[in-house]
């Protein structure tokens, strides 16, 4: 299913998506991912989405200075059918972040009142512990509406934070229910003080149709590459966390291993930032400007062409919940390449799919890919297990869950009710 083939959604709770991620015409790549998961849902249940847009009044001086960044959203913007509202709210530019939370709920207050008078918030979803989720605690307070906070791998990087982890905790405590969409996210929102009963894990899925393996000669063709060359690619954010600077610092040594090895590098500037005028640089300097692609930010119906065309698909990246696109290489029949953090061993979880390496350990992740590139790799079972890791078992289990906290909602509201009289 394509987001413009959405069906309507049959009755059902309306449920409302609370993130500060989410694309629009002016940020299109921006949590593409939530999108994913949450259009699928609104498939089956009526869903709007407030997606609330850090904001103070001098940004737009920064921004002379810093191009691209905060770049902002329009306050509405229909997609796909669904309603999506981008009120914005007071966040300062690196000082007093434990507010964040506080100023997104007050931000966002005004649209979701709305909302809820129109009959159209029965549960609040959001997206990130912090600060969404802290925005969605204190919203489902004032509005008596049940919390559902999904995390999704910022939450260690924040429970690490002397000032953060409070309001993490106190986040997660308060909602009806936390979903993780890993085991290592579920152990920390246990760690935090979460009932076991109140956190599950629903992973991230994938779109079988869009992500199907091209021919690999015309997949080449069309990008320019050598048809024996061994190929490399890379899809994210380009930020310092997913790591394509600790790829790139490998090549000189892997190209005296795999000569010809190209890497192609997929994606551009994120909310957490623009290093490729650094990587275009460390590339000059390595003397590696034949050997790496920058191929940009491409629509989600084109990744597939570069992931087509290479035969290992690697990301050093620092810290992931689930990545998505681990799935989306796998359905195109790749081998994968990665870091032992967050969620990554959950979805590379057998050998015959690829390899974990441990964070900060060049010479083993060097290893590896060389491996990789030189190992025969049985390309029908790689694909088998994206099939297994198809979106709809995980939309089934989210529409029961928001079904449930609704009549569990409306049952104890019920219940208030006959006590009053």
């Given at each position: 299913m394509t987001l413009a083939q959405t069906p309507p959604a049959a009755a059902g709770p309306h449920i409302v998506v609370l993130s500060s991620l989410f694309p629009s015409r002016v940020q299109p790549g921006a949590g593409l991912?939530?999108?994913?998961?949450?259009?699928?849902?609104?498939?089956?249940?009526?869903?709007?989405?407030?997606?609330?847009?850090?904001?103070?009044?001098?940004?737009?001086?920064?921004?002379?200075?810093?191009?691209?960044?905060?770049?902002?959203?329009?306050?509405?913007?229909?997609?796909?059918?669904?309603?999506?509202?981008?009120?914005?709210?007071?966040?300062?530019?690196?000082?007093?972040?434990?507010?964040?939370?506080?100023?997104?709920?007050?931000?966002?207050?005004?649209?979701?009142?709305?909302?809820?008078?129109?009959?159209?918030?029965?549960?609040?979803?959001?997206?990130?512990?912090?600060?969404?989720?802290?925005?969605?605690a204190r919203l489902g307070r004032w509005l008596r509406v049940p919390v559902t906070v999904t995390l999704r791998g910022t939450e260690p990087r924040h429970a690490q934070d002397a000032r953060l982890r409070p309001r993490l905790a106190q986040a997660l405590r308060g909602a009806a229910r936390v979903i993780a969409v890993s085991q290592s996210l579920r152990r920390l929102a246990l760690e935090l003080g979460v009932a076991p009963e109140r956190a599950q894990v629903v992973g991230n899925g994938v779109d079988l149709q869009r992500f199907q393996p091209l021919p690999r000669a015309q997949a080449r063709q069309a990008l320019g590459l050598p048809p024996d060359a061994p190929v490399l690619v890379g899809v994210g954010g380009l930020v310092e966390r997913k790591g394509f600077h600790r790829v790139i610092a490998l090549l000189p040594a892997l190209r005296e291993r795999c000569p010809g090895l190209r890497y192609l590098i997929v994606g551009g500037p994120g909310p957490e930032g623009?290093?490729?005028?650094?990587?275009?640089?460390q590339v000059a300097a390595l003397g590696l400007a034949d050997a790496v692609h920058f191929l940009g930010p491409l629509p989600p119906d084109r990744v597939r062409e570069p992931l087509s065309a290479a035969d290992v698909f690697v990301l050093a990246t620092r810290n992931e919940g689930w990545a998505?696109?681990?799935?989306?290489?796998?359905?195109?029949?790749?081998?994968?390449?990665?870091?032992?953090?967050?969620g990554n061993a959950e979805v590379?979880?057998?050998?015959?799919?690829?390899?974990?390496?441990?964070?900060?350990?060049?010479a083993r992740l060097q290893d590896a890919i060389a491996q990789a590139l030189s190992k025969p790799w049985d390309a029908a079972a790689i694909r088998h297990h994206a099939e297994a890791n198809t979106w709809d078992g995980r939309v089934e289990e989210l529409v029961a869950l928001f079904r449930t906290l609704h009549l569990q909602a409306a049952a104890a509201h019920g219940g208030a009710r006959v006590a009053l009289r």
């Open positions: 991912f939530i999108r994913e998961r949450m259009f699928r849902v609104g498939a089956q249940l009526p869903l709007a989405v407030v997606a609330p847009t850090p904001w103070f009044p001098l940004q737009g001086l920064l921004r002379r200075a810093r191009p691209g960044w905060r770049p902002g959203a329009p306050r509405h913007e229909p997609q796909a059918g669904f309603e999506v509202w981008y009120p914005r709210f007071l966040s300062f530019p690196g000082a007093l972040k434990s507010l964040d939370g506080v100023f997104m709920a007050l931000g966002a207050l005004p649209r979701l009142w709305r909302l809820k008078r129109a009959g159209r918030l029965d549960v609040l979803d959001a997206h990130f512990g912090f600060p969404d989720g802290d925005a969605a623009d290093l490729e005028a650094e990587l275009r640089r998505n696109v681990f799935l989306e290489a796998m359905a195109c029949g790749l081998p994968v390449v990665t870091t032992d953090v967050g590379v979880c057998r050998p015959e799919l690829g390899t974990v390496v441990p964070f900060g350990d060049a």
